[in-house]
């Protein structure tokens, strides 16, 4: 008996489709206000797409994602490129980086807060070391820099795996031939490295914005007391006011960011994978 190898792939993606399609149907019946078997109606989405909160919420969530994730991807590459190196005890230092990925986000959060609290030990080692004269007000700020700060120290180890894993990938050959031509470090990072390692960047940089767009531990407990991420405005419409379609509403608008921020992404670090530079020919190079 043969069996058409599509046919395998059957009952797990079955049963994804089914789990995913089924929430994600809800969700779409409730923003039109279809789940207690009316019309469909505009109502809920009028309603929210022309309250300042959410545009408020929006701005405040793609604030601290985008900035989340650019530092995770900055603090990667350089920590990537130190690991390749032969260094005493690396298997400690790789277990002590990737230690964020065993601490669940709400129990990280109520970490960062001890240390940034208004009288907490960054505060306290600043004033006894006499560089400030009062404490600063870090944590539950309105720009949302404790949540910056979280996203960081949380994705980093992610991030870190996948930089790692593609910069290990790279050929010796291409770091020996640049190296040879008389290469700088900066130059064999830009013209060599970054340009073979964009298809992680793009999966690095689309998971952790995604993850960290639609984060609620982090936002709950360190967030800004002004303003609500998505994810926490979305649970106080739904379980404070009791709105389950105006909830459904800012659930669409998350995941319709998702998916428009994975596009942006990808079109703005394709082309550093793709530039090409012109060639020189060797009587022009006398």
């Known amino acids: 008996m043969n069996i058409k190898p599509y046919l395998l792939i059957i009952p797990g993606v079955g049963t994804i489709v089914l789990l995913m399609g089924s929430a994600l149907y809800v969700v779409v019946v409730q923003s039109f206000g279809m789940s207690d078997g009316t019309s469909a109606t505009l ?28 530092g995770a991807v900055m603090f990667a590459y350089p920590i990537a490129l130190w690991l390749q190196k032969e260094i005493p005890a690396k298997p400690a230092i790789i277990g002590l980086l990737r230690a964020p990925m065993f601490v669940p986000g709400l129990v990280a959060a109520f970490l960062l807060m001890n240390v940034i609290a208004y009288h907490g030990i960054f505060n306290e080692s600043l004033m006894m070391l006499g560089v400030i004269d009062k404490p600063l007000r870090l944590a ?28 290990a990938s790279i050929r010796t050959d291409l770091m020996d031939a640049a ?36 984060d609620f531990s982090f936002a709950a407990v360190a967030g800004s007391r002004s303003s609500y991420s998505l994810a926490m405005l979305m649970n106080i419409t739904a379980l404070q006011y009791y709105e389950w379609e105006n909830s459904a509403v800012i659930a669409m608008v998350i995941m319709l960011l998702a998916g428009l921020s994975a596009v942006v992404l990808t079109l703005l670090t394709q ?11 060797w009587e022009d190079a006398k």
């Open 271 to 281: 082309p550093f994978a793709t530039r090409k530079k012109p060639i020189v020919k």
């Open 140 to 167: 539950n700020d309105e720009f949302g820099w404790s949540i910056v700060v979280l996203q960081i120290w949380k994705n980093l180890p992610f991030a870190l795996i996948l930089i790692t894993g593609a910069i």
């Open 43 to 70: 109502e809920y989405w009028n309603a929210m797409l022309n309250d300042v909160i959410l545009w408020r919420s929006v701005g405040y969530s793609l604030r601290t994602s985008f900035l989340g994730t650019l």
């Open 179 to 214: 190296l040879d031509l008389g290469a700088s470090r900066w130059s064999r990072f830009w013209n060599v490295v970054f340009p073979l390692t964009i298809p992680a960047l793009q999966a690095t940089s689309i998971l952790i914005f995604i993850g960290a767009l639609g």
